[in-house]
């Protein structure tokens, strides 16, 4: 009697420590099952079944965590993760520092949508600024979609240093209607930009790009659209570049 009790203690044993198993599935679909030891900031440390080494694995390299009890936690790559970056400003206002020189002023707006990608509009008045013996007056609307540069490499617990800041590619839609000497002029162009924005403190932006693309005037010469150039009907190119300083936002 006292061997069949001690048998099926042993069995019940056995079968609590095989059915108290936690699951890691990576990023890439696989799992694991095993022990879970630790969950730390940046890492996870593990017992496979029926050995005692601990091994640790990358949360970056984590998906989520199916703990015996049922419990799953999910995890995000710190680049993506939303929460290292929720003390940040994610909207910013900016302006061209020398575009009144060339007969117009605008505004920008940039807002982070996550980690990575940001939103970024302008508005630009046509001759709010200095004129060169001409009368001109009109608008230009500029939008595109910035796609930020993430490191060539990677550490440990690595993100972003803000989430405006670096060396970004932005796909642009921009076009500009305007009145000159009693002529209406309406152009549009398909600008591909890469640049660099510093982000100082939290609060000072300073953006440098150059863009190239196609554009399309009605006057069908060359000429500064206001905010970007194009070419003729025969090589309709489109150009533009700009320095901006901004001012973050909440």
Known sequence: MI??????GIILFSYSKTIAQDTIVKRNNERVVCKIKEISTDEIKYQMLNNE???GIDKNEVSKVIL???VTMNFQHSMEDKDNYKNQKKNC????LLSPLYGYSDLIYERSLKPGS???GSLGIIGLGKQYNEDIKGVSLEIGYKFIKSPDFYIKGMKYTHLLKGSYFKPEVAVSSYKRNSNDIFSMALLFNIGNQWIFNDLVAVDLFFGLGYGYSSDNSFNLQ?????GDKDFPVAISAGFRIGFLLK
């Not at 206002?93 to 061209?96: A, T």
Request: glycine letters at 8%.
């Open 68 to 70: 015996f009890s049922g």
């Open 93 to 96: 206002l900016k302006f061209r």
């Open 53 to 55: 080494v601990i091994f």
């Open 118 to 120: 940001s939103i970024e």
């Open 3 to 8: 061997r069949t009790v001690l048998f099926l």
């Open 226 to 230: 206001y905010g970007y150039s194009t």
